[in-house]
Nanobody, 115 residues
């Protein structure tokens, strides 16, 4: 059984920080590319950040310099450190695990940036 469980979301003020975690089970974690996606109200889901099995990373232009994705293969966990948060970052954040065309998704965690 494959399971991705996100945690760390919540309500923060603009300029604040959050760290999201995604714990994976049921997969050979080190072989999978991991990613964070988000879906804001009224918008399509977009890729926020991804990290390949080899460690290379990609970021959406809107979060470059503010967000950092990392992975800990020993813990089967991927993280998203979010700094300098903006109201525009408000969304449901989803964790993904992908191996070529095979993909799994977590249930999502709500991030709300508001004063």
């Amino acid at each position: 059984q494959v399971q991705l469980v996100e945690s760390g979301g919540g309500l923060v003020q603009p300029g604040g920080s959050l760290r999201l975690s995604c714990a994976a089970s049921g997969i050979t974690f080190s072989l999978y590319g991991m990613g964070w996606y988000r879906q804001a109200p009224g918008k399509q889901r977009e890729m926020v950040a991804s990290i390949a099995s080899g460690g290379s990373t990609n970021y959406a232009d809107s979060v470059k310099g503010r967000f950092t994705i990392s992975r800990d293969n020993a813990k089967n966990t991927v993280y998203l450190q979010m700094n300098s948060l903006k109201p525009e970052d408000t969304a449901v954040y989803y964790c993904s695990a992908a191996y070529f065309s095979l993909a799994y998704w977590g249930q999502g965690t709500q991030v709300t940036v508001s004063s």
